[in-house]
């Protein structure tokens, strides 16, 4: 069965660096998300993603975060500048044109900014 | 303002015994909900959605729009259901899902 995949499952960063968190969604599906869950607390939305282009964000996701789809397999969350409190488990998520409105979700990637 | 409650954090039950996770929605247009559930160190996976009306591992949900509820029920609980609980509300256009905080289920032998 096919799955959305993360890489890294973890990743650890100091204050101020890049991140750049990976995943490559499930091959036929053309909407895409990130969530992340931060320690003890629910699971938020983050972004969605359609056509190439953001189709809402969060007020979480500001000018420090960005999406892309750099070559048709790969959707990437990019932190710019990353903060502590960025620390958080960053859940990618995708489901299929159509009416099921099912959203498959990647494992993970915990991010711990030190 | 859409929202998802899950009152409980932590449900224990013991093996055998019903169990019922309460997952109340504030929604104004017409929800879609969800339950997923997250077994120890696995991605969320979807358990239920109230479209399909099944029963998926002997877990219901029903949609109840008058107390704007969607609890997830089972008559009789088994160890292996021991996992996080989340019920998620959907919305129209981007079909992002709001996510209650979750409800960790701990069946008991």
């Known amino acids: 069965e096919p799955e959305v995949t993360q890489t890294p499952s973890h990743q650890v960063t100091q204050m101020g660096q890049e991140v750049i968190l990976r995943c490559v969604p499930i091959?036929?599906?053309?909407?895409f998300y990130w969530y992340r869950q931060i320690l003890g607390q629910k699971v938020e939305f983050l972004v969605s993603?359609?056509?190439?282009?953001?189709?809402?964000k969060s007020e979480i996701f500001d000018d420090q975060f960005s999406v892309e789809r750099p070559d048709g397999s790969n959707f990437t969350l990019k932190i710019r500048s990353t903060k502590l409190e960025d620390s958080a488990m960053y859940f990618c998520?995708?489901?299929?044109?159509?009416?099921?409105?099912?959203?498959?979700f990647g494992a993970g990637t915990r991010l711990s900014v030190l | 303002a859409q929202r998802v409650t899950q009152p409980e954090k932590l449900l224990s039950v013991f093996k055998g015994a019903p169990v019922e996770l309460k997952c109340n929605y504030s929604?104004?247009?017409?929800?879609?909900l969800f339950w997923y559930v997250q077994y120890s160190r696995q991605r969320l996976q979807l358990l239920l959605r109230?479209?399909s009306r099944e029963s998926i591992k002997g877990f219901t949900a029903d949609l109840n729009k008058g107390e704007t509820s969607f609890h997830l029920k089972k008559p009789f609980a088994q160890e292996e259901d021991s996992a996080m609980y989340y019920c998620?509300?959907?919305?129209?256009?981007?079909?992002?899902?709001?996510f209650g905080t979750g409800t960790r289920l701990k069946v008991l032998a």
């Open positions: 998520a995708s489901r299929e044109q159509g009416l099921k409105n099912i959203q498959y």
């Open positions: 091959s036929n599906h053309l909407y």
């Open positions: 993603f359609y056509n190439n282009e953001i189709s809402e």
């Open positions: 929604y104004s247009g017409s929800p879609e």
């Open positions: 109230h479209i």
């Open positions: 998620a509300l959907t919305t129209s256009g981007t079909y992002k899902y709001i």
